[in-house]
């Protein structure tokens, strides 16, 4: 793999407050890149370093195998980016705001470009002013605002943190269909999210990287087997799972008793030793733990 974006030591201070530790990343060519945390963790700051909207206090940050400078701008064109919660003219439409964008930058577009860039978001036309579009559609447009120039690398901060279930969908729609054909940066908290288009993720806490992994191997080496198990006889359940060589822990669920196996073992083993220990078995289901329970492991 091709390496587009490596931070090296990458250290900011503000003040006496160390907001990034000294991280270390590299995100691949054509790569989906999930920078997950929680809100302060150190994304936002990450991503303003790599845009040069703030300088770091040590490190290096590399594109595309050149270590970039606040006033080099000339990697800047190979970066489309989208904040968190984009801002428009609310009087423009959302063509005349793509048209406004490119001569901001002494680009000229022409109309089957903006056409063909609003219809990959799915705003293809609508005339209406950007001040009556919903949250979900100001983000879309913020989308094809960093499209429009067809940059390398697409730098997204939070895209999804705002929006409603559906816009939510949508924008992540969008990233599935940009997967392989630009190398996508994006910050999130919404683990979910980072797990339906991931093809890897890094994990920060407190400035400081926990853990960068493919998210198949995430789910082979960090995702145990679990089941949740219900029956009318707790005492006699936690007894039986006491017993059992299938067991790796358990604890008390919503449903019963959440109950995390031994990595080889198969949820019909432990059913068939619960039911010989004459356990009565109200509910067993299997559970199928998330990149949030990935979470919790890791910055415990």
């Known amino acids: 793999m091709n390496p587009v974006i490596e931070l090296r030591n990458l250290t900011k201070y503000y003040g006496d407050f160390l907001a990034l530790d000294h991280i270390n990343l590299c995100i691949n060519e054509g790569e989906v890149f999930g920078f997950i945390g929680k809100n302060g963790a150190g994304k936002t700051t990450t991503i303003n370093l790599v845009l040069s909207m703030l300088k770091a206090s040590e490190g290096d940050i590399i594109i595309k195998g050149n270590t970039i ?16 919660v984009p801002i428009f003219p609310h009087y423009l439409n959302a063509s005349e705001y793509l048209t406004f964008t490119g001569d901001m930058f002494d680009q000229s577009y022409s ?6 860039t609003l219809s990959f978001v799915g705003l293809e036309q609508i005339s209406k002013q950007i001040g009556s579009f919903s949250r979900g559609m100001k983000q ?4 094809a605002q960093a ?6 690398i697409l730098i997204m901060d939070e895209p999804t943190s705002a929006l409603d279930p559906l816009g939510r969908k949508d924008v992540l729609e969008i990233i599935k269909k940009l997967k392989g054909k630009k190398t996508i940066f994006y910050s999130t908290h919404i683990l979910e999210d980072a797990e339906k288009v991931s093809d890897r993720i890094g994990l920060i806490d407190h400035g400081k990287i926990k853990l960068v992994k493919q998210m198949d191997d995430i ?13 009318n006889d707790n005492k006699k359940l936690e007894v039986a799972l006491n017993r059992s060589n299938y067991v790796k822990g358990y604890k008390k669920h919503a449903q019963g008793y959440l109950v995390e196996l031994e990595q080889s073992t198969t949820d019909n083993q432990l059913l068939s030793d619960l039911i010989q220990q004459d356990v009565i078995i109200k509910k067993y289901l299997p559970y199928l733990p998330s990149l949030e329970d990935v979470f919790i492991e890791v910055t415990s």
């Open 69 to 84: 400078s606040p006033q080099n701008v000339a990697y800047k064109k190979l970066i489309g980016y989208v904040p968190d």
């Open 111 to 116: 109309n089957q470009k903006i056409e063909e």
């Open 140 to 143: 879309r447009l913020a989308i």
């Open 147 to 152: 499209l429009i120039h067809d940059p390398e």
């Open 219 to 231: 789910k082979k080496n960090f995702i145990q087997p679990m089941v949740i198990v219900e029956s």
